[in-house]
């Protein structure tokens, strides 16, 4: 899976998991739609809150019997269908109006600074069939023992009107009863079923839609003077594809109207998968500049910085894989100022365990910006030789001539001693050839004019600097000292020329009918005077 791929899965993977954490009850801090009460609150049983709890323990479980004791039942018509209004009530809150226990009074008495009559207490507003807020009202009813309060008579008459206006009722009146039932985190069992229908389908009409539209993007960017642009829309397929997934998805799922903190679940979840899509687009345009660029025109005028470009595109990913993680959780409301302070806070004794993991690193960087070598390169560190085969964050691996791989840390690499041998712009050739004692001085002077006219006509051996010079007198050798460059950088092609020229210098001793030297010793014996004489 290359690289860009795996990081677009774990940004994927954050996306997630913070919303399995979210629907867990770990909601952000600005959240509308609370319904825990605070344990430090004392809640009166005949308040405006306990009515409110109550009805709504038991819409949840379905026991429209028991939720229609919280409706105002004056008018006869609406007392014989009091447990269907108080569903559809259920269903109309559920959709628009998610209600915070915490804002609801806990008081017997009520709310007595609203402003209202103090028999009546407001728990927001619904839109209407024309998207007009209608509020929701309750108000207390003194008939009974002791008084309680229940939603007002004006609220329970637009029950109908506002439960028709909701964007599925059609499906809520077609349905089977046992499909409307709740399921798990308040969602209806028939919501169920169409998110798995619809969430599908989203995706399915994405990936189709991506096809003109990339056709589109390709068109609009056909006459720009580069084709990175070209490759990027071709590599940004499924990214593409994934938006447009997004897209479609917000228009399907407004029709099956979810619970409000389902709709703002859903809605979160849609902002994090479109914050990858984008990131992902930046991946794999990291991943075309990646390649692009050594062989592009400014890669061409900066050959040195080729070997920064992989470097720079790993950091590049890391960043982007960073602020990727840090915008989805963004994307469910969580403070991220907070998370990077604590970050901030944690991290000097992350950075205390990781001091070598840092260091390497930074040596990954220095290395990157001194350019000492790059990959490809022949090089010498520490007395080994070898390819420079990759530079990562943490460590360098050179392929030796035996083709093995070793590693080194970046850290330690940044400051050892380190050869570059494919950096050379030439090659020297030194050789020290021995003839043989009994050469003439004439001679001596032919081979070694020869020798430096043959280098200087070659079209190998860099000009400007040849030596060829009577070396000295060896312990078994007239010795001739022979220095040049030859004009290549490449080892192979040195090693041939090098043949070449010895070659040559072998057919000019030659020629001058000389031999080369080899060692020798020759052993001097003296008889002494009366030994080997008959006495």
Not at 161 to 178: H, I, T, V
Not at 362 to 378: A, K, T
Not at 480 to 492: G, M, P, R
Not at 504 to 532: C, D, N, R, Y
Request: glycine share 8%; hydrophobic share 50%.
């Amino acid at each position: 899976m290359p690289v860009n791929s795996r990081l677009c899965v774990l940004i994927a993977a954050v996306a997630l998991l913070v919303p399995s954490l979210h629907a867990q009850g770990l909601r952000r801090p600005a959240a509308r739609n609370a319904t825990t009460q605070s344990s430090s609150v004392v809640v009166d049983s005949a308040s405006p809150r306990a009515s409110v709890q109550g009805y709504l323990n038991a819409a949840r479980v379905d026991d429209t019997v028991r939720a229609a004791n919280w409706l105002d039942q004056t008018d006869p018509a609406a007392a014989a269908r009091a447990g269907e209004l108080a569903r559809r009530l259920s269903e109309v809150l559920d959709t628009h109006l998610w209600v915070d226990l915490e804002r609801v009074s806990p008081s017997a008495a009520g709310d007595t600074t609203d402003g209202l009559p103090f028999d009546q207490e407001l728990l927001g507003s619904v839109p209407d069939a024309e998207g007009r807020p209608t509020p929701i009202r309750l108000r207390l009813d003194e008939s009974t023992t002791p008084a309680r309060w229940v939603f007002s008579e004006g609220t329970v008459a637009r029950i109908d009107s506002l439960y028709e206006a909701l964007p599925d009722y059609w499906a809520r009146e077609m349905l089977p009863e046992a499909l409307l039932h709740r399921g798990p985190f308040d969602v209806r069992w028939w919501q169920w079923l169409a998110l798995l229908v619809l969430i599908p389908l989203a995706g399915f009409a994405g990936f189709l839609i991506a096809i003109p539209t990339q056709t589109i993007l390709r068109r609009l960017v056909a006459n720009t003077s580069t084709d990175m642009d070209d490759k990027i829309i071709a590599a940004a397929r499924g990214p593409i594809a994934m938006l447009l997934g997004v897209a479609v998805s917000w228009f399907l799922l407004d029709w099956i109207a979810l619970p409000e903190p389902a709709q703002v679940f859903v809605v979160d979840l849609q902002r994090a998968i479109a914050v990858v899509a984008f990131f992902w687009i930046a991946l794999r345009g990291i991943t075309v500049l990646q390649e692009a660029l050594p062989e592009s025109d400014w890669g061409t005028h900066h050959p040195a910085m080729k070997s920064l470009i992989p470097l720079t595109a790993r950091i590049s990913r890391l960043l982007v894989f960073v602020l990727g993680v840090l915008t989805v959780i963004a994307a469910f409301g969580y403070p991220v100022a907070t998370i990077l302070a604590g970050l901030g806070i944690g991290g000097i004794a992350v950075a205390l365990g990781a001091q070598k993991s840092l260091e390497h690193f930074f040596g990954s960087v220095s290395i990157g910006v001194d350019q000492p070598f790059s990959v490809g390169d022949w090089v010498v560190v520490d007395g080994l030789e070898g390819e420079v085969e990759a530079i990562g964050l943490r460590s360098t691996r050179i392929r030796t001539p035996e083709r093995t791989i070793v590693s080194f840390p970046n850290g330690a690499l940044s400051e050892m001693k380190t050869e570059n041998l494919t950096k050379r712009d030439r090659i020297r050739f030194r050789a020290v050839i021995g003839v043989e004692y009994g050469t003439s001085a004439a001679t001596m002077q032919q081979i070694r004019n020869e020798i430096e006219s043959m280098l200087r006509d070659h079209g190998m051996v860099w000009p400007d600097r040849i030596v060829v010079r009577f070396q000295q007198f060896g312990p078994s050798s007239l010795d001739i000292e022979i220095f040049c460059w030859v004009l290549t950088s490449v080892a192979d092609e040195f090693r041939r020329v090098r043949e070449e020229l010895l070659l040559s210098i072998m057919k000019i001793v030659e020629g001058a009918g000389v031999s080369f030297a080899f060692p020798t010793q020759t052993l001097w014996l003296k008889q002494s005077e009366g030994i080997g004489k008959p006495g």
